[in-house]
């Protein structure tokens, strides 16, 4: 202790020292690092109703944005390399309009091979009604001869098989005509099948084709080759939990927001009940989300102010009136 000054008491004025700063260094942690624990709005509002709906019993839902014709798989009836893609996603097609085409060439190649058999059958059909005008001709002018000895039996005999042979070509030229034909149409049918055209007029959603891509008929496809739906207007899809269906007012309309966006709320028409009530398959990853339940879907078409805020395939949260009586 030598290096401490004669009487110095290390108890009684250090320790109370080092004690002192101590004291100050734990103040400063503690005030410096201590949780902030004052309150804020939080950054997302959680999904909520508005207006009457909100003082008044209703039942919860949530859903998904879907096209009022509900989505289309497009697919082709015939395998083959796709040639051409005519339509993007986004666009707005009319019925019947070409979405992509299929390779022809082959049926191309059988239907004028069937026309050329079209021309020959016809050819062959005026040249056999000639020879039979003209061995019928020959025939009757042999008949109206009065004196036997004038003509032979010999070219009577002729002229009757030259007739029949005309006749008998005549059928075989028709029967080649109908089946040429037969092969036209069919090969007409089969050029029609490889051009897959739009079944309503609507949306492109999706497409998955391309040009030169192979598509076949054959299994089940990884995806559809397009994808589309009338959106004009958007339903949305709301499960409501079958132990809540019989809560909710049929026919009313429905408060209905984006999912993450519960200011963006806007008010949905009822447009029918699916009749079967379904497993539940939208989640919406929520802990205290039930997976076992089954669930009535409720179809309501959104107004078309909206069409900016929502898209097929988004998840939506509704609220709708409960019915009176049934208040829990």
């Known amino acids: 202790m030598a290096l401490l000054p004669e ?14 700063i101590g004291f100050i260094g734990a103040a400063i942690f503690i005030a410096t690092g201590y949780p902030d624990r004052s309150l804020s709005e939080p950054e997302e509002q959680p999904p909520h109703a508005t207006g009457e709906l909100a003082r008044s019993a209703r039942v919860a839902g949530t859903g998904v944005v879907e096209p009022s014709s509900e ?9 083959g390399l796709v040639t051409e893609v005519r339509v993007t996603p986004g ?17 191309r ?10 021309a020959e059958a016809k050819a062959a059909i005026n040249e056999a009604q000639t020879a039979q005008a003209t061995a019928r001709s020959q025939l009757d002018l042999y008949n109206r001869i009065d ?33 040429a034909q037969a092969a ?22 999706e497409v998955n084709v391309r040009p030169g891509e192979y598509v076949s008929t054959m299994g089940a496809a990884s995806e559809p080759f397009m994808r ?20 909710v007012a049929m026919g009313a309309p429905a408060q209905v927001s984006p999912r993450g966006a519960a200011v963006k709320q806007v008010e949905a028409s009822f447009v029918r009940a699916e009749p079967l009530v379904v497993p539940k398959r939208s989640l919406t990853n929520s802990a205290q989300e039930r997976v076992d339940v089954r669930v009535l879907q ?15 395939g988004q998840q939506v949260d509704a609220f709708i009136p409960a019915a009176k009586g049934t208040d829990q």
């Open 7 to 20: 009487g110095f008491s290390f108890s009684r004025k250090a320790l109370p020292v080092i004690a002192l």
């Open 109 to 118: 190649a059988r239907l004028n091979e069937a026309n050329a058999g079209i």
């Open 147 to 179: 004196d036997p000895a004038a003509v032979s039996r010999a070219e009577v005999i002729r002229a009757e098989g030259e007739a029949k042979a005309a006749s008998s070509r005549l059928e075989l030229a028709r029967a080649r005509l109908s089946a």
């Open 184 to 205: 036209a149409g069919s090969a007409r049918t089969e050029i029609g099948r490889l051009t897959v055209r739009a079944p309503i007029a609507g949306e492109i959603l």
């Open 71 to 79: 989505i289309i798989d497009i697919g082709s009836a015939l395998s």
């Open 91 to 107: 666009e707005f097609v009319d019925k019947g309009q070409v979405l992509f085409m299929v390779d022809a060439r082959a049926a």
């Open 298 to 312: 409720l179809i309501y078409a959104l107004p078309e102010s909206a069409h900016d805020t929502f898209r097929v």
């Open 228 to 247: 589309m739906g009338e959106t004009r207007p958007l339903h949305v899809r709301i499960d409501v939990d079958e132990d809540e269906a019989i809560r």
